[in-house]
């Protein structure tokens, strides 16, 4: 092995994630694990991990990333839910089939994923071809039916590709607009979201909502464990509250850290996402020291005032107004199911509400409601929550025979997402703190937690 | 680059070695960069890690920039579907290039410059004005849609950067009455030009985060865009592209050290010493706001260029030069 391998191999490990069906959580560790840096895109990376399980709507485009990558490269599993690799369901038994040399390692294994890099680096783990055919892309056979379609010299799909067409842009002008699929793997994005939209320059026009590639069909396992599980568990089994707005309070801190990063910021998300994960009701003072600075912080507010503004307004129609969650007690609304829940009597609760309803709004929002429920945790002690009452969760309210609050939130995407920058509409997308698993649980023939699989580790696991 | 008739400086010891010459020149100015772009990773390993709260062992602090570009040279270059390869080379050289013009235009010690030509500044400001078409060339050439999008972006702020800029240098020059970076730094002596014109160095350091793509300035490779010009780039090109990138921060930050912080100025240690020393100090400025400050909005950002940044370089100009009448 020469220097320059030798020195290669030692080099932080550049990893792309692909989240499945269930990886969220895991997912969350990766951006820990030391030694290991997340990357932008897969032309960066030498490992690909894919968390959880593949659903068949992930298999292609999963492979697409895998062609990606330069190499040499490597593919890692992490099943999430204890699963063997190979009992034929799903997506996985592609991955299994079009990636042989997969190798299925416990999530968060650092170890094992150095072993991996450090393998292939030194020449003794061969990487293989790219997964897909490289097809050559469909011939220019002039406008008509059999042709590119389009009119004149635009529009249409030369050689395989969407063609810019003219459209008017915001200022009146005709200008050409690119239509283009993002998703469901884009890492700015969440996991699984798909847009269909045109773009002028860095101007979106016109969004519509692709498949959601989570949402299951019958004879699929379920989707899940969702992020969401300790407040799921909580309509049906009996619950301290403590325990509940402590995984509420990591669960905004873990959105708060993703956004960060999102933003430019990826040490301090790394700060925050480290606090997040061994968070208790002791933290209090952190998070509300941590919650003042944000406040302070001139280049963030600068980032997200007056971007993606979904005010009461924009809410109504879609239901979110009536039902309350941080989207829309930070446009005002100051509904919260905890106000008429009986677990929280007795802890002087009064709903967090902020104005705005941007993407300012929302962090300052989910940041307070942090450090709210910290203190809730405190005072709460041990007292104990019995099912009955719909529980709030981190994105909203939970009942069951409710809709999922992200399968309503989605919604807002493409009265928000018109006419903004690209970078803006990445800033309202995170804002929203979506789940498209969530979201599919709605969608689904099969939804967890209706069926009692695959709840398996996420819902023992004690906040 | 330069040749022995750019030279305009007085004072300069005949004897010595001729920095002019082509040999001289190149080891000069390369080693500039490349030390100046190894101090910059390491600089940002170390800040991350402080930021993020992470303990940093001194090997992974030493080494890992080594490492890390070891990694990429060992990688695969890929290809998109019908790229414009030459000019996709042809992107970070001319960065670089840019960089490196900008660099020998600087005198790093009494006598030591390769090109202190009389219209110094002037040389500057046009090569970092030229650093628009290396980004926008290297977000176009992959014929992918967000290096496109990336390079857009650039354009949409390269004025925004270049205006405030070229105005801080000409503050700068009043004082010197001559526009040789040598000239300038002599006029430092007794008084830096960040004391004598104290908006001039913030306004140079946030036009330079742009032009160099860094930090809250770096959209044309953002996160958002999942590495904007560079998505597409991999194994050696993404090497050299980051390079690049880093060349043009050290001669935003060694331009920074002469015309504001007073180049080789400074008690007891030698000139050299004094601009290495003052130029970390520019770059571990860069770098610490890197990693806390987001990323701004584009528009946001030219509404302030047009409406603060601009202007208060102008009232820096006024100011200066009514102080030398």
Known sequence: MGLLTSAASRAEVPVFPVVGAGGREAAEALWLLPGVRMVDTPRA???????????????????????????????????????????????????????????????????????????????????????????????????????????????????????????????????????????????????????????????????????NPYRSWPGDPPVGPLDSVPFLDARTSPTTVAALEVARARHHLRWL???????????????????????????????????????RDRGLAGATAGVGVADQATLEPLGIELAGGPVARAAGVAIDARTDDPAYAGLDFEPVVHHGGDARARLRQRVAEAAQALALAERAGDAVRSPGPPVEGPRGPLAPGRTMPSSSLIHLLPTLLDGQEWGDAVTTVASLDLDLEEAAVDQSATAWPQTPTGTSTASTRTP | MATDADRDVDGIDEDAVSWSDPLPAVLLVGAVLVAGAYATSVLDTAAAHLVAGRRLRLGELVLGPWREAALLAHMRRSTTERPDVQTWALAPALLAGMAAVAVATVPLAPGVAVADVADGIVLFGAAMALVMVGVYLHGWSSNSVFPLVGGYRFV????????????????????????????????????????RQPLGLPLFLVAGMGLASWGPLGMSDGTDLAGGTSAESSGGARLVWALARRFVLVAVAVTGAAVFLGGWHGPVLAGGLWMALKTLVLLAVLVGVGHRVARIRLERFVVVAWAVLIPLALIDVFVSGALVL
């Open chain 1, 45 to 211: 990376a030498a490992v690909l991990v894919v968390i959880g399980r593949l659903t068949r709507a992930l298999l292609q485009p999963v492979l697409l990333v895998h062609d990606q990558m330069p190499g040499p490269r490597a593919t890692l599993w992490w099943p999430v839910d204890g699963r063997p690799a190979d009992d034929g369901t799903d997506g996985d038994e592609g991955l299994l089939a079009a990636l042989p040399d997969v190798v299925t390692t416990t999530a968060g294994d650092a170890a094992g994923l150095r072993a991996v890099f450090a393998d292939l680096l030194a020449g003794r783990r061969p990487w293989g071809p790219p997964a897909l055919a490289d097809i050559e892309s469909p011939r220019w056979r002039g406008v008509g039916p059999y042709g590119h379609g389009g009119e004149g010299m635009m529009g249409g799909v030369p050689y395989g590709r969407p063609f810019a067409e003219m459209a008017q842009d915001p200022d009146g002008l005709m200008l050409d607009q690119l239509p283009l699929q993002i998703g469901p793997l884009f890492p700015a994005l969440p996991p699984g979201l798909v847009l269909h939209l045109g773009l002028q320059g860095d101007v979106i026009r016109g969004v519509t909502l692709g498949d």
């Open chain 1, 257 to 295: 850290a993703r956004t960060l990063r999102l933003h430019g910021l990826d040490a301090r998300g790394r700060r925050i996402a480290a606090l997040a994960g061994g968070l208790s009701a002791t933290d209090r003072p952190a998070v509300e020291a941590l919650a003042r600075r944000l406040g």
């Open chain 2, 156 to 195: 949409a702020l390269a004025l925004s950067y270049e205006m405030p800029l070229a105005l801080v240098l000409i503050a700068a020059a009043l004082p010197a009455e001559s526009l040789s970076v040598g000239a300038i730094v002599e006029s430092q002596q007794g008084l830096w030009n960040v004391v």
